[in-house]
């Protein structure tokens, strides 16, 4: 059986700069490791301006947004992107999943795909 991939979360309440530390992970791994690496948000984030994700130290990222309803949306995105880079992605990152649906072919069953 082939090995999954490795799924990282930050979780807390609000203000516990969840976002900040997606971020710095984000550049870090694109600046100083050379990855390759995508972010995506759902659209109902007006948190963050259109198309980033916005870290509460003034620090932000460009993100993919997708319709919260439509979360498969992302594996289309994801091959795209992964066709035009002529490689796959080393890590992706996702931005208030609390806004994916639990239910139907939802954010979770993505993610599962992902790993596999």
Do not use: C, W
């Not at 948000?41 to 963050?48: L, T, Y």
């Not at 806004?99 to 599962?112: N, Q």
């Amino acid at each position: 059986m082939a090995e999954r991939g490795e799924l990282t979360l930050f979780i807390g309440n609000m203000f516990a700069r969840k976002t900040d530390m997606l971020v710095d992970e984000y550049e870090e791994l694109k600046e100083h490791g050379r990855k390759r690496v995508l972010a995506f948000k759902p659209e109902a984030d007006k948190r963050s301006e259109k198309g980033f994700i916005n870290a509460r130290r003034g620090k932000r990222i460009p993100a993919q947004e997708v319709p919260e309803l439509k979360p498969k949306i992302i594996l289309r995105v994801l091959k795209r992107g992964e066709e035009k880079e002529g490689a796959k992605f080393d890590a992706l990152f996702f931005s208030e999943v609390q806004f994916f649906p639990a239910k139907g072919f939802g954010f979770f069953e993505v993610i599962d795909r992902l790993l596999d």
